[in-house]
């Protein structure tokens, strides 16, 4: 292939994936429309599990780059056979850590419905079922990545937020729906993409006929997947642990402000995130002792991109309840929407340091110096921490009115949804520095790593 050839197959296949990533985020995030045909307790409900979902994938995060690596470099048949192997293994070690994951949960089962305020198991029930799926899928999707399967890589990706819009749109709004039948439209669109991408690489981890004469070194792989993991489970960890808190620690009724406040600002951190993406792979081919503009233009490019996003979100949040007068269809929505709009720019801002810090977590994970890795997971423990004293501190009351004296009262009160946000936006800070002061401190030393 000539030169040309290349950039030009290079610059279509980034766009399809610029377009693929786009479309699914977007039809992912649209599935919150249907939050309006639902009991604000109950989409309240939806949005925790989403969140649990979320933490339940940390221990697949680091493989999709890993997969995409070994699955570009399998040129010789011993090293097909190797990959082969490795997948296999690797999807039987999460099938056993998603089985370990639901024993400790169903053994738990009570006292989680409790916190949670689940009348009926069942939601929780799909939410586990879903943690399946959500642990293959980084390994199916790194094999399409690393043989440069672009076409289905993209289209798994949009068939993951079609089928789950289509879904949950069809059990929510026509089925009446809730908080179970929302979740059961969230696993068939994550199954369904689980099944394609495994089809369209099924070559690579089930057609080689000598796999048995592949090696897999636990160790090694270990000593890879677990940097990875730990780092981007740190930043994963802050972005969703706080409404697990929140549905602990509110009303059920306002969970569902709560929840969807939350998503605009953890929409933020979405929104943001291909620039760090873009990144990654510029600075893993870099010499460690290369000087670059890439990590100062990334986070420049991210924070003007995302105040502007926080000025316009705050500016629609302030101009909502004004607006929500001019449209007599919304009138019964009123209160609820006003309730989100107040919380909104305390979860943008809250957020914004988030989407900073994780440029300079990638920063660190690409120029792999994981010495980095423990301090960004203490901040996550610590925050962890201090949520569960603040879900220990709740005494619940009936409804957001109740909040209306927080900032002007010395009593003992339980904790407020602006003291959730406010207290990650505190911790988000302090993630920000430290990843900051980290990727200062080892941008060029090698014996860092």
């Known amino acids: 292939m000539s030169e040309a050839d290349s950039k030009r197959a290079f610059y279509r296949q980034g766009s399809w994936m610029v377009i693929a990533t786009f479309v699914s985020g977007l039809l992912m995030f649209a599935v919150h429309i249907f939050g309006g045909w ?63 994951i639901l024993l400790l949960i169903l053994l738990k089962q009570e006292a989680i419905l409790e916190l949670l305020k689940i009348e009926k198991p069942t939601a929780l029930y799909v939410t586990l079922l879903l943690g399946l799926p959500q642990l293959w899928l980084p390994v199916l999707l790194g094999i399409l990545q690393g043989k440069q399967n672009f076409a289905w890589l993209g289209g798994a990706a949009i068939v993951n937020g079609l089928g789950r819009f289509v879904a949950v749109g069809i059990i929510v709004t026509l089925l009446s729906g809730q908080a179970a039948g929302a979740t059961t439209g969230v696993l068939i669109g994550l199954t369904t993409a689980c099944l394609l991408a495994g089809w369209h690489g099924r070559q690579t ?66 929104f943001t995130a291909p620039l ?40 629609a949040a302030w101009l909502l309840p004004d607006i ?6 919304l009138a019964s929505k009123k209160k609820t929407l006003t309730d989100i709009a107040s919380l909104i720019p305390y979860f943008i801002w809250s957020m914004l340091p988030l989407a900073l810090g994780n440029v300079f ?42 909040w209306k004296g927080f900032w002007h009262t010395t009593d003992a009160i339980p904790p407020s949804p602006r003291t959730i946000i406010l207290t990650l936006g505190g911790f988000n800070l ?20």
């Not at 639902?38 to 989409?43: A, G, K, L, S, T």
């Not at 929500?324 to 269809?329: A, K, L």
């Not at 962890?384 to 709740?394: C, F, H, I, S």
């Open 38 to 100: 639902m009991r604000p307790e109950e989409y309240g409900l939806f949005v925790t599990l989403l969140q649990i979902l979320n933490l339940m994938m940390i221990p697949a995060l680091g493989l999709q780059t890993v997969f995409a690596q070994q699955t570009a470099a399998a040129i010789e048949p011993q090293q097909r056979y190797d990959l082969a192997m490795s997948t296999q293994k690797m999807l039987l070690i999460c099938l056993c850590v998603w089985g370990a």
């Open 205 to 270: 981890w089930l057609g080689q006929s000598g796999a048995s004469r592949g090696n897999f070194n636990a160790k090694a792989w270990m000593a890879r997947v677990v940097p990875l993991t730990l780092g981007m489970g740190a930043g994963l960890f802050m972005l969703s642990a706080d409404m697990i808190a929140a549905r602990a620690i509110l009303p059920e009724v306002d969970s569902g402000p709560y929840g969807a406040a939350g998503m605009i600002g953890r929409g933020l951190v979405a």
């Open 276 to 315: 760090a993406a873009v990144m990654f792979p510029k600075l893993v081919r870099e010499a460690a002792e290369a000087k670059s503009g890439v990590l100062g233009q990334t986070f420049l490019s991210t924070t003007i991109l995302g105040v502007l996003a926080g000025i316009g979100c705050s500016l």
């Open 324 to 329: 929500v007068d001019h449209f007599s269809v």
């Open 361 to 402: 977590v990638a920063a660190l994970l690409a120029q792999e110096r994981y010495r980095a890795v423990p301090w960004l997971v203490a901040i996550a423990i610590v925050y962890g921490l201090t949520l569960v004293w603040l879900t220990k501190t709740a005494s619940a009351p009936t409804t957001l009115e109740s």
């Open 430 to 449: 302090a993630f920000l520095g430290t990843a900051a002061a980290l990727a200062r401190r080892y941008a060029s030393s090698p014996e860092s790593r």
